[in-house]
């Protein structure tokens, strides 16, 4: 299944300008998701990070693997009416390359663990099919009034 920004935003709470998916281009229910991120010149983390050699921050790359899981979380695991999926902690996360602007970022996610509200994630951000950042995201679906 793929999803569009519309659908993006519906399923998960961040907004412009911390929201880092830009479309899903798969989604197993219940497996795995592959999401694009594309890194923009335009980004102002970049006017800062580092205007004579611009790098997307590894936090910023950290929260677009977990914005990808929580899509995937709130499309597989309907645990709470109106759940929203929220990170809850990162662990073994390594920095396997830069990212920079021009860059197409593919955001890979598959379940790992499920334990009530609680799903665990291994996860990979590639460039150009090399692994740019890996590790796993723990995400909690917490139930929101909308």
Same mark, same amino acid.
């Given at each position: ?8 935003? @519906? ?6 300008p911390?929201?880092?998916? @830009? ?13 694009i991120?594309n890194v ?12 004579a ?74 460039v ?5 950042a ?5 995400t909690v679906?917490?139930?929101?009034d909308?």
């Open positions: 299944m793929k999803l569009d920004i519309k659908e993006i935003m @519906d399923l998960i709470p961040q907004r412009y911390f929201l880092f998916v @830009d479309r899903v281009e798969e989604l197993v229910v219940g497996e795995r998701i592959v999401a991120k923009s010149a335009g980004e102002a983390i970049f006017t800062g990070h580092f205007p050699n611009p790098i997307l921050p590894g936090v910023i790359i950290v929260e677009a693997l977990a914005q990808a899981s929580g899509i995937l979380a709130a499309k597989s695991i309907p645990v709470l009416e109106n759940g929203m999926p929220y990170l809850a902690g990162i662990e073994n996360f390594k920095f396997r390359q830069p990212v920079q602007p021009g860059d197409c970022l593919k955001l890979e996610s598959v379940i790992k663990r499920h334990l009530k509200n609680f799903i665990t994630f291994s996860c990979k951000a590639y150009n099919d090399r692994v740019a890996e590790g796993e995201i723990l679906m917490v139930k929101e909308r």
